[in-house]
């Protein structure tokens, strides 16, 4: 298998509405598409896609599942929005040779991530 790029990222929830008040009103994302009757949501990052789905037992969220990382212009103002907006971290934020980075969860109890990469 030859992989071009990543089409998307999917992240299955348990409810529609509130994932989109968290994804939309607490992150700030934007939907660029809605689709399924109303049961998948995309948002665009640069040449990334990331979408929420609600599909009840065909697939449901996982602290265990995969995780995404967001990368963000500004590492420790996101962290202080975040944690103003009452976000918990499972994670706090840590600094590694290359990058920082911090883990949060959705309402389903999804992992995300927030990432900036270091200059080299």
Same mark, same amino acid.
């Given at each position: 298998m030859k992989v071009k790029e990543i089409a998307f990222t999917g992240t299955p929830v348990t409810d529609i509405k509130r994932a989109r008040e968290f994804? #939309?009103?607490?992150? *700030?994302?934007?939907?660029?598409?809605? %689709?399924?009757? !109303?049961?998948?949501? #995309?948002?665009?990052? *640069?040449?990334?896609?990331?979408?929420? %789905?609600?599909? !009840?037992?065909?697939?449901?969220p996982s602290k265990d599942g995969t995780g995404i990382a967001f990368e963000v212009e500004d590492f420790d103002a996101t962290v202080a929005d975040l944690k103003s907006r009452g976000v918990k971290f499972s994670l706090e934020p840590m600094d590694t040779p290359i990058c920082h980075f911090a883990i949060f969860s959705d309402p389903d109890g999804n992992n995300l991530f927030i990432h900036k990469r270091k200059a080299k």
């Open positions: 994804y #939309e009103g607490v992150l *700030g994302f934007k939907p660029t598409m809605e %689709g399924a009757g !109303g049961l998948w949501i #995309e948002y665009d990052f *640069g040449n990334g896609t990331f979408a929420i %789905g609600c599909y !009840g037992e065909m697939w449901k």
